[in-house]
């Protein structure tokens, strides 16, 4: 079994971001950048599943600027086997990347694809499902668990109000909750090890994919400050604010 992981560098999680003067977007200069979260997990599970023997390749594929090397060489100490970047330096929407990894995995053949279920930088919870769809395969999104079964993936879903079981017929697509696993640290060792994998540059152009954006941002703004507080002296002045100041009742 072949397993095709799809990791984005984004900005770290831990960063405060800040939005340009411009408003045209958010700072990018002297930030950490690191692998998405979820895609983390998306790596941790390929990595399971070759450990228990149900898996024999795994190949990491990420879109973005040559610096998304460090993401790839990430992935590739946790435990993956080789590595694909499609370097571009125009800013690339959901569509655009699915439409790269539609052709990655054309050309790669792999049983599961593993996606994170959002990018934490423009949380589109897009691409797993428009790769889906552009290959036409089943897809799998938001999974807490995956069990390999005999050609089959079975995949638990985090739904509204519960867990959803569904059974898909292998090659699909899988995108990753946070409840999947809890990817480990990359050692020294490994990553000394990850310097000598293999990776793959190639250009949209290579793929015959135009990744033009579809989408204009027209601006982008902080979320507006908390007001201050106030203490109210007593049940009733609370029940007047709650009626008609902040009107939630009637
Ligand atoms: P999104 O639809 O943008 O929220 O992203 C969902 C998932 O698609 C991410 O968790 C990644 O697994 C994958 N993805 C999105 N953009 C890229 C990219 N530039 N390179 C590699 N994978 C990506």
Do not use: H
Request: hydrophobic share 40%.
């Amino acid at each position: 079994m072949k397993i095709l992981v799809a990791v984005k560098r984004v900005v770290d999680y831990n960063v405060k971001v800040r939005v340009k003067a411009d408003k045209t977007g958010v700072e990018l200069s002297n930030v950490k950048m690191s692998m998405n979260p979820f895609d983390e997990i998306a790596v941790e599970e390929a990595v399971r599943l070759k450990e228990a023997g149900k898996a024999n390749e795994i190949i990491v594929v990420s879109m973005g600027p040559t610096a998304a090397q460090e993401t790839i060489r990430t992935a590739l100490a946790m435990g993956a086997d080789r590595g694909i970047l499609v370097q571009t330096d125009t800013e690339l929407q959901p569509l655009a990347v699915s439409k790269l990894l539609k052709k990655v995995a054309e050309k790669e053949s792999p049983d599961l694809v593993i996606l994170g279920k959002q990018a934490i930088d423009d949380d589109s919870n897009q691409t797993g499902q428009m790769l889906a769809a552009l290959l036409n395969w089943p897809q799998g999104t938001f999974a807490s668990k995956v069990e390999l079964g005999n050609n089959t993936a079975k995949v638990t879903r985090e739904i509204d109000g519960g867990l959803e079981t569904v059974d898909l017929k292998i090659p699909c697509i899988i995108t990753t909750d946070l409840r999947l696993n809890e990817p480990r640290y990359a050692s020294l060792p490994n990553i000394m090890k990850a310097k000598k994998k293999a990776i793959d540059i190639m250009t949209p152009d290579d793929l015959d994919v135009d990744v033009m954006p579809r989408l204009t941002t027209l601006k982008v703004e902080e979320p507006e400050g908390r007001k201050g507080g106030v203490k109210v002296p007593d049940v009733a002045a609370l029940v007047d604010k709650l009626k008609n100041e902040a009107k939630v009742i009637g």
